[in-house]
């Protein structure tokens, strides 16, 4: 995560997954201090996580757990303000406990991000990219507060500006020739190549294959200037232009 991750690597890693889902990698059974993370996360990005669906990750625990626990792992997630929907991967364990809490397996939840690092070792493997990119989506007209823009499949170009409260996404990269003051989501089907490129960045929130940064979070001195993103690793790098 590009967050401060001192207080979570013992606990959890949030991250927007799939276009509206978030994912939790859960590293403890502690559902106390699971709330208490959560809760930080959702206050350092409430337009993002506050009341999102959420898939429970388990496989970095060190052993699935019992029915009663992970009832307490997903009321945790409850109080903290996000509504769990389901587990991800397909162990038979999983597909068991799953049954247990009458809650769906994501199985494919985080084949995004495989899929998209498979698509890059293959082109790269070969030297010829495999299949013709779908053409960017281009759009001129302003993006304002409430309004969402999503570019499937592709990236998107923009040439207006992106307002406060707004949210433009593509499974792509994004490209805006303007101010951005709402909410980037490039790589939204989990592409860790995806970039985001910003002429006047102003943004609430930019988030690339899940892994996302608040203005907060931003150093002061790239604000209103033109910037790019892009995942180095896990980190979400912002560098002027």
Known sequence: MAVDETAVQTAVELKFGQVGVASAMLRTLDAELLCSELQRRIAAAPALFSRAPLVLDLSRLPQLPAEDQAKALLDAARRAGMLPVGLSY???????????????????????????????????????????????????????????????????????????????????????????????????????????????????????????????????DLRGLPVQAWLDGERLVIERL
């Not at 999983?94 to 397996?105: I, R």
């Not at 805006?176 to 910003?198: F, H, M, N, P, T």
């Open 90 to 220: 397909g162990t038979a364990e999983n597909e068991q406990l799953a049954g247990q809490l009458d809650l769906p397996l994501f199985a494919r939840f985080r084949q995004g991000t495989e899929k998209a690092e498979a698509r890059k070792t293959d082109a790269t493997d070969s030297g010829v990219a495999r299949g013709a990119p779908a053409p960017g989506m281009h759009s001129g007209k302003a993006v304002r507060s409430g309004q969402q823009v999503y570019a499937r499949g592709r990236d998107l170009v923009l040439t207006a500006a992106v307002g406060n409260g707004a949210e433009v996404i593509a499974d792509g990269s994004i490209h805006i020739y303007g101010r951005l003051s709402g909410r980037a989501i490039a790589g939204a089907q989990g592409d860790v190549s995806a970039r985001i490129y910003c002429r006047d960045f102003q943004a609430e929130l930019i988030s690339i294959a899940g892994h996302y940064r608040v203005l907060e979070d931003v150093p002061a």
